[in-house]
């Protein structure tokens, strides 16, 4: 008796206050928050905010739904916003808010997220709205009675200190996983003179890179020995790691070990060789292709001298286009 009792009076404060539904529409969050957000973004709303918890208050059988959005903005290098994260987030710091400063009970609340692929701060909200329509199409008969039966169902069954809440939303993506490798082709100079180059790079979250690099000439060069042309080629090996610090911006610090050699095609031996450590900077003015600076303090060698000299110290360029597989930043 007690069940349907608090039906019929639900059911007429619906249909009391169905022509007088109450919203809140937060935007303008800023680029990438979702859960974490400045609880100052709400000040401006608490107020509305309060009166739509007092009608939760009152009425133990009203429903809300808090729904929240995103934009197509991309905020990071390299890396689509995973928007319906950031969207499903803010519904739920709305919630927390309502929870705590309100003292409004979870299970009155419903939660969806919607995904824009335009870009605005006006995609970037969060709403709460009462008795609101859950699906696209208008049944015959309301469907917050059904709502409504199901909602006094779960408060019976509840026990006294269970707290849950219901999630209406579209799936997630999958996550990536933080492992990936990547694959380039360029050219690189030398202090012989440019090599064709091709890079593998083992990523982790597209922050850290441990890169080794190979080049070969198919073109000769002429290194003469004691008047006899040795037909010689430059060929290069070497390791690199690189590491992107900053969120926002596609620099990177680079470090490693470059020997590069001018190879006999006769003898198969070396004329000239420069070997040593690299440090230097990684650029991306595109996705897809890097630019890398890099200081070379050099040990030199050539055929007819056995100790190393630096006495040609020198600036390295290179310039790869890349094509990454898996990883996530």
């Excluded at 929870?99 to 419903?110: G, L, P, R």
Aim: charge should be negative; glycine fraction near 8%; include cysteine.
């Amino acid at each position: 008796m007690t069940k349907y009792l608090v039906m019929i009076i639900g059911c007429l404060a619906l249909l009391a206050g169905a022509a007088s539904s109450q919203e809140v529409v937060i935007t303008d969050f800023p680029l990438g928050i979702a859960g974490s957000v400045d609880p100052k973004i709400f000040e401006p709303y608490l107020p509305q905010l309060e009166a739509i918890s007092d009608t939760l208050n009152q009425d133990p059988t009203a429903l809300a739904v808090v729904t929240g959005g995103s934009d197509g903005q991309r905020y990071r290098s390299s890396h689509d916003a995973k928007n319906p994260s950031l969207a499903l987030g803010r519904a739920h710091a709305l919630l927390s808010l309502l929870m705590e400063e309100f003292d409004v009970d979870s299970t009155q609340i419903v939660i969806r997220t919607e995904e824009s692929k335009v870009i605005g701060p006006e995609y970037r909200y969060v709403s709460i709205k009462l008795a609101p329509e859950l699906t696209k199409e208008e049944p015959p008969v309301d469907p917050r009675i059904d709502l409504l039966m199901a909602r006094v169902d779960d408060l019976e069954a509840r026990p006294p200190v269970e707290k849950h809440f219901t999630e209406v939303q579209t799936p997630l993506e999958e996550e990536e996983s933080d492992l990936g490798i990547q694959f380039g082709v360029g050219v690189s100079s030398s202090p012989f003179g440019g090599i064709p180059v091709v890079t593998t790079a083992f990523t982790y979250k597209r922050v850290v890179y441990v890169e080794g690099i190979v080049g070969h000439t198919w073109w000769t060069n002429s290194f003469e020995f004691e008047g006899e042309d040795l037909d010689t080629r430059r060929r290069q090996i070497g390791g690199h790691a690189i590491i992107y610090p900053f969120e926002n911006l596609s620099l990177g610090f680079l470090g490693g070990w470059l020997r590069v050699e001018e190879m006999s095609q006769r003898y198969y031996e070396y004329a000239k060789l420069s070997e040593g450590p690299v440090i230097g900077l990684r650029a991306l003015p595109h996705k897809h292709l890097a630019v890398t600076v890099g200081y070379n303090p050099a040990k030199h060698r050539i055929a007819t001298r056995e100790t190393s000299t630096t006495e040609s110290d020198q600036f390295l360029i290179y310039l790869t286009a890349h094509m990454g597989i898996g990883g996530a930043r």
